[in-house]
Each structure stands twice: as C-alpha cells, then as structure tokens.
T-cell receptor, first 113, second 107 residues
C-alpha cells in the first residue's frame, strides 16, 4: 500500500514560469490537503480538497495559486508566474476522513531562481 | 495570538534524559489533537493521537487538558534518534499545526 506520492521531489523554476505540483493520495483516502513550509518555519495550511471539490481554500493566496483534485488522477497545486517568495517545501497529505490523522507525502521542494 | 503555540525551543538534552513539550491551543472547539515529528528536510510523521484520558506509547506519553486547552508530550529515556522537531496539532475546522519545538539529544 503505497503512501502519499508527491512529484517531483525537487522543482526549479525561473521567475515568471509556472509550477505544477502533483499529489496522489493513499489508496482509500479521498481527502487531500496542501501545506506550505517556508525555511525554518512551521506548516501553513493552504487548501483542503475532496474529489472534484474544494472544501476550504482559506490558506491559499488570492492570486496565482490554484488547486484541483479531479475525479481521475492526482491532485494538482498550480502556481502561476512564480516569484522568489514562492520558494518553499510544499507538502500534500491525505486522510480517509476529515477527523483522522493525516499521512504526508515527502514533499516537493520548489526553488525559484 | 497563534491558534496553536508551542515551547520555542530548541531543547538540547543528554541521552537518557526525560523531556517534556508543552502546547496550548486557542480554539475551544478543537476536537482532536495529535503529535507529529518532523526530521530535517523530511515530511511530518504522525507520532501519536492525544486523548483526554492520556495515552502512552512506549517511552512517549501524551496528555490533554481541555479545561486549560493544553497538550503535553513526555519523552522518557531519550535516544539520539529522538532528535527532531515535534509538532503539536489541533483539529477544529482544519488541522492546525504549531510552529514546532526542536529537540536535539546529545551523546
């Protein structure tokens, strides 16, 4: 039973490019969460999705960031026109229900140059 | 005020020491609580859930005081491998992570 799979592990983008981060939840998990962790800082909630629906996006920046979790395929976190401040580790987590503990993927480390 | 606050750390302790982490949460509607550990440049991993009655898992003991909105984690007989950042989590509407407390166990 594979865990939460995130890819790529490392992503380098130039300022102004787009970054696409993928997350496949654990088998049987329909709840997906994205968190961002800046260097030496804590995890910050971004968005919570359940198949085809965004349940809570209160942590998402208003511009340039979007997320989806289609019926088929992985959840995607998309960052348009990246800036240096977007450099961070982006973690995806999944759970079988909203109240249960999350299982995290190994993260995608985005570096904007 | 942050929704979940933790001891600022870092904690540097010798092997075999007992170390306690404290955490407070501000949302009285929080329903579930957890401790995660995060190794450097790795993903957070669930360490244990926290129950009102307190729970123990080997050298680790977690306590919850709902009246004081306080959670604790006690590690006995600490090992070098316990060195990590410990994250307190409160679930209300969402999982809210504390900033973490870094622990270094020294030989």
């Amino acid at each position: 039973n594979a865990g939460v799979m995130q890819n790529p592990r490392h992503l380098v983008r130039r300022r102004g490019q787009e970054a696409r981060l993928r997350c496949s939840p654990m088998k049987g998990h329909s709840h997906v969460y994205w968190y961002r962790q800046l260097p030496e800082e804590g995890l910050k909630f971004m968005v919570y999705l359940q198949k085809e629906n965004i349940i809570d996006e209160s942590g998402m920046p208003k511009e340039r960031f979007s997320a989806e979790f289609p019926k088929e395929g992985p959840s995607i976190l998309r960052i348009q026109q990246v800036v240096r401040g977007d450099s961070a580790a982006y973690f995806c987590a999944s759970s079988p229900s909203r109240e249960e503990g999350y299982t995290f993927g190994s993260g995608t480390r985005l570096t904007v140059v | 005020r942050k929704e979940v606050e933790q001891d600022p750390g870092p904690f540097n302790v010798p092997e075999g020491a007992t170390v306690a982490f404290n955490c407070t949460y501000s949302n009285s509607a929080s329903q579930s609580f957890f401790w995660y550990r995060q190794d450097c440049r790795k993903e957070p991993k669930l360490l244990m859930s926290v129950y009102s009655s307190g729970n123990e898992d080997g050298r680790f003991t977690a306590q919850l005081n709902r009246a004081s909105q306080y959670i604790s984690l006690l590690i006995r007989d600490s090992k070098l491998s316990d060195s990590a950042t410990y994250l307190c989590v409160a679930y209300g509407q969402n999982f809210v992570f504390g900033p973490g407390t870094r622990l270094s166990v020294l030989p």
